[in-house]
């Protein structure tokens, strides 16, 4: 299964990138919203997109919306990860399409957790 | 002021002992840092207090051993319990229950509360408006009753296994936490109570004993599922943590097996002290025995193609993403 | 009108948040300053800012030592792995990222986050008081955290250039 991980900040790109590889998925990376329809553009498989919401050039809101418009996509999971925690946000983000919502700081423990709500059971952590 | 190695073993065995959790070397800040606060109220340095645990009395070891574990609690823990729940427990219950219109359930291993309020959660978005819903949830530690009456939680807290729909659904921002809403909090008494004891009064439609028998030996294990056939109705279930099973420890039960999990119902008329008739179900569903006319062994149920916990309501438009 | 809705405790929750799930792993390390606070040599500082109800800015300071075993912590280095200096401003840069939009969701009404910026000290921003200080002890090291509120209610806005 491969993962994007789209977010601004390169540290915490590696942090989400680094938790998602031990558990089993590929990882490709994008510092914008726009960086990561470059991706799927490109015909990139995606399974799950991690989406930071503070992002020059596009940010995750409108990347969410975008994926949501196109139906070539709908197989793509979309999970915010985000420091936006207030209770209208979380809302805006399920409106407009996001499946999941993580709230910055998170540990590698929650990430787990969603994925298995989410049905994208990963692999076994190697011994 | 580093731990020497022989005070940190004695914490690392005292915490293995009781929790199982493993403190491996290298975690001597931890141990420090979560054990500096309670020297400080003892009013001494912080091997002082380490070696003094020698030969502390038990509440004080409780203590430590609390400060020391780390909180593994998660919302509706390992999924699929509470899967079965909503799709084929709560409903089979409630059908059985028209006549009494309310349906009682024991946690009985409760903890901070994410468990009961879990149910509760269920039971909000399952009930029919007829129905109420009573949850009883206990716990050995006044300290987690009352972190678990105060119905808040920290952001990492609800980031655990809580689906972001319910998140927004059920609770609201109270300052840097998050707070139970009141509907569901009003659906939950929290109480002390120890499993070796008689258990809170019945009858309960549904017992959780989740991820607890296993710090008993087999001989307790018995005497507490003892005492839960004692109050759950005969058509009730019970529902144990994901690796635990009756199977080998008590043969009052009847495996069922719904979709990816198991869970326990009262074996056939094993049960001797709810004075209830036994009768057939009548048909204006009094509050006989009810549960004779539903299929008995395993039910398989149809997996639908939506994410695990999602709610029945959603913010989220139609269409999109077939999972 | 308050000048300040984030109380001290709630700035200490949240840093420990922070440093338990992203920093130490699972249990914070994360204690309050003990005693006098000594002078810091080569300091480092991180901020953001913060526009809302009120605009305020959210501070970390420290020593560069601690801020690169804060990044070795972050990404994950050996304790004599080298931090590269892009990205010891970058992982210290998120730290005040997270721990300022944790802020920032205190705030009555929504407000917006600014990009976290770097640097050996902070610009000041004219009008605005230090509504919060908060000195800790990271595995015994000084780390601060101040909150800078300009009571005035308009925006703060620094340059909210330097891209990461």
């Not at chain 1, 979309?78 to 910055?104: C, D, N, P, W």
């Not at chain 2, 008494?189 to 070796?196: E, G, I, K, V, Y």
């Not at chain 3, 970390?60 to 080298?82: G, N």
Request: glycine share 8%; with cysteine; proline share 7%.
């Amino acid at each position: 299964m491969r993962a994007l991980v789209i977010d601004d900040s390169r540290t915490m790109r590696r942090i989400v990138a680094g938790t998602l590889e031990r558990l089993g998925f590929e990882t490709l990376q994008a510092e914008h919203g726009q960086e990561a329809l470059d991706h799927l553009e490109s015909g990139e498989q995606v399974d799950l997109a991690c989406i930071d919401w503070n992002m020059p050039v596009m940010d995750g809101l409108t990347f969410v919306t975008k994926v949501r418009a196109n139906p070539a996509w709908r197989n793509v999971t979309l999970m915010m990860v985000t420091t936006e925690s207030e209770h209208g946000q979380i809302v805006r983000a399920l409106a407009a399409g996001a499946h999941e919502y993580l709230i910055k700081p998170f540990t590698p423990d929650a990430i787990r957790d969603k994925l298995d709500l989410l049905g994208l059971v990963p692999v076994e952590e190697p011994a | 002021m580093t731990l020497s190695a022989t005070s940190f073993q004695l914490v690392a065995d005292l915490v293995r002992r009781r929790s199982a959790i493993q403190l491996t070397p290298g975690k001597e800040y931890l141990v420090e840092s979560r054990l500096l606060p309670l020297a400080r109220d003892a009013g001494v340095d912080l091997e002082t207090y380490v070696a003094s645990l020698r030969t502390a009395r038990p509440d004080v070891l409780t203590e430590v051993v609390e400060a020391m574990t780390t909180n593994e609690t998660s919302w509706f823990r390992d999924g699929a319990p509470y899967q079965a729940m909503r799709r084929t427990e709560i409903p089979r219950l409630v059908e059985a229950r028209r006549g009494v219109g309310r349906l009682r359930v024991w946690s009985a291993a409760c903890s901070t509360g994410q468990e009961p309020y879990s149910l509760a959660m269920c039971l909000a978005e399952t009930l029919p408006p007829a129905m109420s819903a009573e949850i009883v949830a206990t716990d050995l530690s006044e300290q987690v009753l009352e972190r678990a009456r105060s119905a808040r939680y920290t952001q990492l807290e609800v980031n655990r296994g809580m689906p972001a729909q319910m998140l927004v659904q059920h609770l609201r921002r109270v300052g840097t936490e998050w707070e139970i809403a009141d509907e569901l909090r009003r659906m939950v008494t929290f109480r002390a109570h120890n499993l070796l004891d008689t258990p809170p009064p019945g009858p309960f439609d549904v017992v959780f004993l989740r991820n607890v028998l296993i710090y008993f030996d087999l001989a307790t294990k018995r005497g507490i599922l003892d005492r839960v056939l004692r109050v759950l109705r005969p058509d009730g279930v019970l529902v144990l943590g994901a690796a635990e099973t009756t199977l080998g420890v008590h043969d009052g039960w009847e495996r069922v097996t719904i979709d990816r999990t198991s869970v326990y119902r009262p074996l056939g008329a094993a049960v001797t002290t709810i004075p209830t008739p036994r009768e057939p179900l009548a048909a204006t569903g009094t509050d006989g025995p009810p549960g004779t006319t539903l299929p008995r062994g395993p039910l398989t149920v149809h997996r639908t193609g939506h994410h695990a916990g999602t709610p029945p309501t959603s913010v989220r438009p139609t269409g999109g993403a077939a999972r | 009108m308050t000048a300040t809705t984030v109380e001290l405790d709630q700035v200490h929750a949240i840093a420990q948040e922070v440093f338990a799930a992203m920093v130490d792993g699972d249990l914070g390390l994360l204690l309050p300053w003990d005693g006098a606070l000594p002078a810091l040599e080569d300091a480092i500082v991180a901020w953001v800012d913060l526009h809302g109800a009120w605009s305020g800015r959210a501070v970390l300071v420290t020593e560069r030592p601690t801020a690169e075993d804060l990044a070795r912590a972050l990404l994950d280095l050996d304790d004599d792995e080298a931090v590269s200096p892009a990205d010891l401003d970058d992982a210290f840069g998120e730290i005040a990222n997270v721990v300022g939009g944790n802020l920032k969701s205190l705030l009555p009404d929504p407000g917006t986050l600014g990009l976290p910026q770097v640097g050996a000290e902070v610009p000041p921003v004219a009008g605005a008081v230090r509504a919060q200080h908060l000195p800790l002890s990271w595995r015994g090291r000084l780390l601060v955290v101040d909150v800078w509120v300009n009571p005035g209610g308009t925006s703060t806005t620094s340059t909210t250039g330097g891209t990461r």
